[in-house]
């Protein structure tokens, strides 16, 4: 049996890595998975701040313990944006990226837009079922907590802690960026001007796609994973 090539799966903001068990079935013929859960995410204790340098640096340890080298990493949402700038700082650490729903473009604007709709008591108010979700995946952890830390964390990215348009310049590996259709929180000419700078980007538009990573269909992505890290 030859070896399957290795792919790791990063999850987004206020998920985990049981959001991704349906990519995961669907992909396990052609890869050797992995995925795990990002600082408080999951379940795991929530450090004082969140960061993507500090996310970084949790998935290069990641990649030493399990002795991954010139790794895939399909990365969704918020997991996209870490392996990119993963991928920047650790030449030769990852040999591909698909991005899935991440947002790439950061100013003040664009946080404030965010932001606005990742208010606890509002959502514990107006979708419950939501919020019940949300405190079940990251029991015993304070789901509010989780997503203060987000807010704060998107708020620092619209105010300078982003990568620039020369930091996607300096990634110089075949990076596809995915966004659906119907993604109200990426916007898709904003993903095409960031994907102008990645030296070999290519972009996908997925039909009929939400942000929301439960929602994509898993057969569609597993052949675009297959076509892009298999080729």
Known sequence: MPTLPDLILLHGALGSESQLE????????????YSYNLSGHGGKLVPPQFSISDFEEEFIQFLDSNSLTAVNVF????????????AKNNPGRIARIMTLGTMLKWNPEIAANETKMLN??????????????????????????????????MIG?????????????????????????????VKK?????????????EFRLFEGWKHPIEGVDAGVLAKVCKDFFIS
């Open 22 to 33: 349906k990519i995961k079935d669907a992909l396990r013929e052609n890869f050797t998975l």
């Open 75 to 86: 990365g969704y949402s918020m997991g996209g944006y870490i392996a990119l700038q993963a």
């Open 120 to 153: 606890p008591e509002i959502i514990e108010a107006k979708v419950p079922k939501f919020a019940e979700q949300l405190k079940q995946a990251h029991a015993p952890q304070a789901w509010k907590l989780i997503m203060h830390r987000i807010v704060d964390m």
């Open 157 to 185: 990215l619209g105010n300078g802690d982003a990568m620039t348009t020369k930091d996607f310049e300096q990634i110089n590996i075949p990076v596809l960026v995915g966004l659906g259709s119907l993604d109200q929180m």
């Open 189 to 201: 000419e904003d993903a095409l001007e960031m994907v102008e700078h990645l030296p070999k980007g």
